[in-house]
């Protein structure tokens, strides 16, 4: 009877250990995860930035384009077109 008391707390210390054990790992993996969703959330925030720093300000983000009177082909307002340049 004593001898399965012993097997039985030493089971139990066991069991114990190994749930600690596993979470930490998970604890670690759980840490890794959301450590690389900050860091490419931070990378994500600062391209914003230097794209809107880029862009000077009163800047509309979407460009008008006008079909070429020689050509045909869509370009920028205030650009000309390849066709014209040659
Ligand atoms: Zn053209």
Same mark, same amino acid.
């Given at each position: ?7 039985? *707390?030493?089971?139990?210390?066991? $069991?114990?250990?190994? &749930? ?6 998970? #604890?670690? %993996?759980?840490? *890794?995860?959301?450590?690389?969703? $900050?860091?490419?959330? &931070? ?6 930035? #230097?794209? %809107? ?19 045909? #082909? ?13």
């Amino acid at each position: 009877m004593s001898l399965l008391k012993l097997l039985l *707390t030493i089971g139990l210390i066991y $069991a114990v250990w190994f &749930a600690f054990k596993n979470r930490t790992r998970i #604890a670690a %993996a759980h840490k *890794t995860v959301v450590d690389d969703k $900050a860091r490419e959330a &931070a990378q994500a925030r600062t391209q914003a930035a #230097a794209e %809107a720093a880029a862009r000077p300000p009163g800047m509309p983000v979407a460009q008008d384009l006008l079909p070429c009177p020689k050509c045909g #082909a869509y370009i920028a307002v205030g650009t000309t077109c390849s066709c014209q340049k040659a």
